[in-house]
């Protein structure tokens, strides 16, 4: 009758799972024998791997795979040494590593992501492996208050401006255009906020405006072997307003669109998969003519701007998720609109 291994478990010191860059990675292996049992070696890896891979109108599949750790250590034996007896019960194996710095964060894409965990194998003189893995999360904080001052500030009231003027049909004497101007109230965020978006869309032409709308969107971009393989866009958060007349002129006024738990812009340290994130202001036309789009780019952080003004020195009535998001599945039937 074969030995019974009853239990072969990876298990963190930190029950959360995550983990920021610099950090130490602490745990333990820990297996328990019903029999006593004579292994070779115990061995302990960590792997921290970006991976994209698509598969073309062609049907080709295209693969790209870069490396952020690759520790490799034995917790048990050494090579070419006879094998040590485990007796019946309980063994504990600790491990402990620091976390390189620059790390990107966890993120799981539709084709492609960026994943840690550890692998443990447990050999046997008989040529049994035992193996079993467990991952973990890693978060490479943004912080707002450490960025450029491009991204505002809240005490000076710094705003991000985008407008166009546009004519809607041909263009004949006496004919007017919209004149659209949108401001955002700064150009960084965390997720749990609320972007507030300001605008004035003046109608000189002789056609009435539908609709405008402001967007969240995410962009996530895929490379492989230096070249964009894919790309995704997804329509986060909307607002939208009803129609103006030819000669009205609508206002929007701190209008707040709600920020989704998201993975931070970018994935610094990772050269495979890029996300950014924007505002787009949308002046839909009533006739066929083509709607006119305003964009304007935005950081999505992990840390708030601070005012020595408000409690705690963040934005007050506000909720800071303390996770990172890695699945996001209420934006599978949400695509964005081109």
């Known amino acids: 009758m074969p030995r019974k291994l009853l239990k072969f478990l990876i298990l963190f010191d930190n029950t959360s799972l995550l983990y920021f860059p610099g950090q ?74 620091g976390l390189p710095l620059g790390l990107p964060s966890t993120f799981l894409g539709k084709h492609g992501w960026v994943q840690y965990f550890c692998k443990t194998a447990l050999r046997e003189p008989n040529g049994l492996t035992h193996k079993n893995q467990q991952v973990f999360i890693v978060m490479n904080p943004i912080d707002l208050n450490l960025e450029p001052a491009i991204l505002g500030n809240i ?72 070249k964009v393989v894919q790309s995704e866009k997804r329509e986060l958060a909307s607002l939208s307003r009803g129609k103006i007349r030819p000669g009205e002129k609508d206002e929007w006024v701190n209008e707040q669109l709600y920020i989704p738990p998201l993975p931070p812009t970018n994935l610094m340290g990772c050269h495979l998969i890029k996300i950014n994130y924007d505002v787009f202001f949308v002046v839909e036309p009533k006739s066929l003519q083509k709607e006119v789009k305003l964009q304007l780019p935005i950081m999505m952080a992990t840390y708030p701007l601070r005012s020595e003004e408000e409690e705690g020195g963040y934005k007050s009535g506000t909720h800071y998720p303390s996770t990172l998001p890695i699945f996001r599945p209420w934006l599978e039937d949400k695509p964005a609109q081109d």
């Open 24 to 97: 130490f990675l602490s745990g333990r292996v820990l297996i328990e024998l019903q029999d006593e049992t004579p292994a070779l070696g115990l061995h302990f890896h960590v792997v921290g791997e970006g991976v994209v891979r698509v598969r073309t109108t062609r049907q080709e599949r295209v693969y790209d795979r870069e490396n952020y750790i690759d520790f490799r250590m034995r917790l048990l034996g050494e090579p070419g040494q006879g094998p040590s007896i485990l007796s019946p019960g309980i063994h504990s194996f600790p491990f402990k590593l």
């Open 155 to 226: 005490s000076s009231q710094e705003t991000f401006r985008c407008e166009v003027e546009h004519k809607f049909g041909v263009s004949c004497v006496g004919s007017g255009a919209v004149l659209c101007k949108v401001t955002l109230d700064r150009g960084g965020y965390v997720p749990g906020e609320s972007i507030g978006v300001s605008a004035s869309i003046t109608n000189r032409s002789r056609v009435t405006i539908k609709s405008t709308r402001a967007a969240l969107t995410e962009s996530i971009t895929y490379m492989a072997r230096g």
